[in-house]
């Protein structure tokens, strides 16, 4: 070969490179997340003491440096009472063992902001940790945290409600239009347990809210919405939403095990599993099962 000829074909293969979208070059590289949910510090004894909380979210931390994903978002209840300036020291001394190249992204949980949200508890939340609301974005990824809370009994914080919603609707508009590979949310309380017409109850979001927030994600072409507050696994669809509801760091309920979630991002969708603190993972693998050599 030629030089002509092979500079002709480095000028090609360089072409097919600047050809590609950044949707396009994402997609060669899956990543993975990890999920925490309710570490709720102070609820093993109710307040009491929180040394039994503490060690599992130790475990959970270490596990995240082992596995070091690309974010780790700890899906509510911070803490279990409200405001108490130790257990939130606490959760700040072991959620600050994570290595600062890890981004956290908090999520407020009825814990937090109290049952139903006011506006000086919105404030107080704020203030400690902040927004309680926003986005952030990895790769071909764009999360979209909400305070669930609010959703779930407004009654003292209307205005804030609705700022939300607007706010929410901007987001999922902008990630839109800026072909988001998966937009995914990320909340306290489930939209639903086992289906999404279910009753209302104290785990579930009502469904004089539910019903329209759900056909606004199927709008904007949401599939993945990641919640907590159940302290035990629970996975449900409605079509092409899938609610994913993760056991706790901390306290579980109803035979449950304390754990963490892993979830896969893959061009075409999220794969996701939980693990028990009793089988955390040495690492983490990327590559399908199917798609390696025999």
């Known amino acids: 070969m030629n030089t002509r000829r092979i500079l002709a074909a480095c000028l090609g293969l360089l072409g097919s490179l600047a050809a590609l979208t950044p949707r396009e070059i994402d997609a060669a590289e899956p990543f993975h997340f990890i999920q925490l949910s309710d570490p709720q510090l102070g609820m093993f004894t109710d307040n009491r003491d929180f040394s039994q909380d503490a060690a599992n979210f130790e475990l959970a931390v270490n596990a995240v440096n082992r596995l070091r994903p690309a974010f780790v978002v700890v899906t509510g209840d911070l803490v279990h009472k409200p405001g108490d300036a130790a257990q939130i020291a606490e959760y700040r001394r072991i959620i600050g063992k994570i290595d600062p190249s890890i981004p956290v992204y908090n999520v407020a949980g009825n814990h937090d902001v109290e049952n139903v949200p006011t506006a000086a508890s919105l404030a107080a939340y704020g203030k400690l940790f902040g927004p309680d609301r926003y986005t952030f974005r990895h790769e071909g990824l764009v999360g979209i945290v909400l305070n669930s809370s609010l959703i779930h009994s407004p009654a003292q914080a209307a205005e804030a409600l609705d700022a939300q919603e607007r706010w929410l609707r901007q987001e999922l508009r902008a990630a839109k239009d800026g072909n988001a590979q998966h937009i995914v949310v990320f909340q306290h309380h489930p939209w639903f347990i086992k289906n999404a017409t279910e009753a209302d109850g104290y785990f579930n979001i009502p469904m004089a809210r539910r019903a329209a927030y759900l056909a ?24 092409t939403l899938e609610n994913i509801t993760s056991g706790p760091v901390g306290k579980p309920l109803g035979g449950a095990k304390s754990g963490i979630r892993v979830a896969i991002v893959r061009p075409d969708q999220i794969e996701h599993r ?3 603190l009793g089988e955390l993972p040495v690492k983490i693998e990327l590559t399908p099962a199917n798609a390696k050599k025999p």
Request: proline share 0%; aromatic share 26%; charged share 30%.
């Open 216 to 239: 606004l994600f199927r709008e904007f072409g949401v599939r993945y919405l990641f919640c907590g507050h159940y302290h035990r696994n629970a996975e449900a669809r409605d079509g």
């Open 274 to 276: 939980y693990f028990e």
